[in-house]
């Protein structure tokens, strides 16, 4: 069974670009969420979609959006990036209820210069 | 809000000692505890959960019990080894509560190295 897939894995752009992170979930895993992870500030929510509905959203700017397709698929967009973007951004999805628990993808690490 | 507080370490421990990381959380309801581990470059993997108070999640020789009483979730395993050199998060999710809480809350982490 595949797990949470994740592209790309590293990403570089500059200030003022924007950026779209894709995250395919493990196949009949409705629920998809999306985490962005700084040494600062730790692990924190950003949203999270179920059957194309976003459900639930952090504290974030709204430079930051995300969607959910039919097929579960999500990406997450961010514009006018700024420097303190550079994070690392986790995945993760989930068949339903959140306790089951969630499984993780790798990452797209994304570094703003 | 609900928020979790971990043991922010690093922790160092010889191979074969025996680990402890405390966890503890503050929420309202019923929540879902969760411990998470991450290697270096790699994404998080669920270690173990627990969703009702006195539940003992385990999972490659970890446990942790979930203490309504006291509201924690600590996390031990008995004899570390080298390749459980990992940051572990502990986290909860209020799912089942009733509530619209679709995320899990993370503490800091925990930095882990096991010396041989």
């Known amino acids: 069974k595949a797990g949470v897939t994740q592209t790309p894995r590293y990403l570089i752009k500059t200030r003022g670009q924007q950026v779209t992170l894709s995250c395919s979930p493990i196949?009949?895993?409705?629920?998809v969420s999306w985490y962005q992870q700084t040494p600062g500030q730790g692990l924190q929510f950003l949203f999270e979609?179920?059957?194309?509905?976003?459900?639930n959203k952090g504290n974030f700017p709204g430079r930051f959006s995300g969607r959910q397709f039919s097929n579960s698929r999500s990406e997450m967009n961010v514009s006018t990036l700024e420097l303190g973007d550079s994070a690392l951004y986790l995945c993760?999805?989930?068949?339903?209820?959140?306790?089951?628990?969630?499984?993780f993808g790798s990452g797209t690490r994304l570094t703003v210069v | 809000g609900d928020s979790v507080t971990q043991m922010e370490g690093p922790v160092t421990l010889s191979e074969e000692a025996f680990l402890t990381i405390n966890c503890t959380y503050t929420?309202?309801?019923?929540?879902?505890l969760f411990w998470y581990v991450q290697y270096p470059g790699e994404g998080l993997q669920l270690l173990l959960k627990?969703?009702?108070?006195?539940d003992k999640g385990s999972n490659k020789g970890f446990e942790a019990t979930y203490r309504k009483e006291t509201t924690s979730f600590h996390l031990e395993k008995g004899s570390v080894q080298v390749s459980d050199s990992a940051v572990y998060f502990c986290?909860?999710?209020?799912?089942?509560?009733?509530?619209?809480?679709?995320?899990?809350?993370f503490g800091k982490g925990t930095l882990l190295t096991v010396n041989p």
């Open positions: 196949s009949g895993h409705r629920s």
């Open positions: 929420a309202t309801g019923y929540p879902s």
């Open positions: 627990a969703t009702k108070a006195d």
């Open positions: 993760a999805s989930s068949p339903d209820r959140g306790s089951y628990g969630y499984t």
């Open positions: 986290a909860l999710s209020q799912v089942g509560s009733g509530g619209s809480n679709y995320k899990l809350t």
């Open positions: 979609y179920f059957s194309e509905t976003q459900r």
